[in-house]
């Protein structure tokens, strides 16, 4: 079992910035892969950033890629999304998400994620 607790959401101007941070436990962090997703009303559910087991690798949606920025600290047991230039269009529930598939291939579907927080809600104003 992995337990995930996603923090650091809120309401924020277009063009500001957030730090989403996701602490994990139940499980060795460095075992496996994390995913960070995003939903707003009336959407489906999106990847917006994905990193693999050791930090490396990251990989973005052409969406945000170049604002926002994901990393991981195994020795905190914590994965991280800082979110610069936000738009109104960010506004959502954001979630972390844990892969334990045995590869070290980042995954870019909801389906592969085993784990799941509960969400953190992000608003932007225009």
């Known amino acids: 079992q992995v337990q995930l607790v996603e923090s650091g959401g809120g309401l924020v101007q277009a063009g500001g910035s957030l730090r989403l941070s996701c602490a994990a436990s139940g499980r060795t962090f460095s075992s496996y892969k994390m995913g960070w997703f995003r939903q707003a009303p009336g959407k489906e559910r999106e990847f917006v950033a994905g990193i693999n087991k050791n930090g490396g690798s990251p990989i973005y949606p052409d969406a945000v890629k170049g604002r926002f920025t994901i990393s991981r600290n195994n020795a905190k047991n914590t994965v991280y999304l800082q979110m610069n230039s936000l738009k109104p269009e960010d506004t959502a529930v954001y979630y972390c998400?844990?892969?334990?598939?045995?590869?070290?291939?980042?995954?870019?579907?909801?389906?592969?994620?085993?784990?799941w927080g509960q969400g953190t809600q992000v608003t932007v104003s225009s």
């Open positions: 998400a844990a892969d334990l598939s045995f590869d070290d291939r980042v995954r870019v579907t909801t389906a592969p994620y085993d784990y």
